[in-house]
C-alpha cells in the first residue's frame, strides 16, 4: 500500500520545556518540482530548530515533505514556505531551514530561511 503525501503537520509536547536544546533533522532526499521546465528538483534539506512547547513528529515531517514531490516551486519559495508551515505547527523559539539544491544549468543553489520568536516580557509585579 501506498502512503499518501500530506500537508499536515502533526506536534507532541517537548518533555523538556523549560530548557533550550536544539533539534537536528536531516531529509537527504527532498524533491520538488521546477515551475518552469516541470522536472525535478533535487535537494538536501536540514532543518534545525529550538523548541518551545511542541515539537514536530517525523512521521507527518516525512509525508508534508514528501507533498512537495507533485508540486512546482522555487527554490526560495519552497524553503520559505516550509519554514512558515513548521513555524506554525509548533511554534518554536528559533527555527532555521536550509535546502542544498543540486545543480541545474550549471548553477548550484541553497536557500536558508529563519525564524526567531520574539523576546518575551518579564512579568513584574506592581506593589499595590
Request: aromatic fraction near 12%.
Given at each position: 500500500m501506498k502512503k499518501q503525501s500530506s500537508k499536515k503537520l502533526e506536534t507532541f509536547k517537548n518533555s523538556h520545556p523549560e530548557r533550550?536544546?536544539?533539534?537536528?533533522?536531516?531529509?537527504?532526499?527532498f524533491t520538488c518540482l521546477c515551475p518552469k521546465t516541470g522536472q525535478p528538483d533535487f535537494a538536501e534539506?536540514?532543518?534545525?530548530?529550538?523548541?518551545?512547547?511542541?515539537?514536530?513528529?517525523?512521521k507527518s515531517l516525512k509525508l508534508y515533505?514528501?507533498?512537495?514531490?507533485?508540486?512546482?516551486?522555487?527554490h526560495e519559495k519552497v524553503i520559505n514556505d516550509i519554514l512558515d508551515h513548521l513555524v506554525k505547527?509548533?511554534?518554536?523559539?528559533?527555527?532555521?531551514?536550509?535546502?542544498?539544491?543540486?545543480?541545474?544549468?550549471?548553477?548550484?543553489?541553497?536557500?536558508?530561511?529563519?525564524?526567531?520568536?520574539p523576546k518575551r516580557k518579564a512579568k513584574v509585579r506592581q506593589k499595590k
Open positions: 533550550d536544546y536544539q533539534i537536528e533533522l536531516e531529509c537527504p532526499e534539506l536540514e532543518i534545525t530548530y529550538v523548541p518551545d512547547k511542541l515539537c514536530i513528529e517525523l515533505l514528501w507533498s512537495f514531490r507533485d508540486e512546482g516551486a522555487f505547527a509548533c511554534k518554536p523559539r528559533w527555527m532555521e531551514v536550509v535546502g542544498d539544491f543540486n545543480v541545474r544549468g550549471g548553477i548550484h543553489t541553497t536557500v536558508s530561511a529563519h525564524y526567531e520568536a
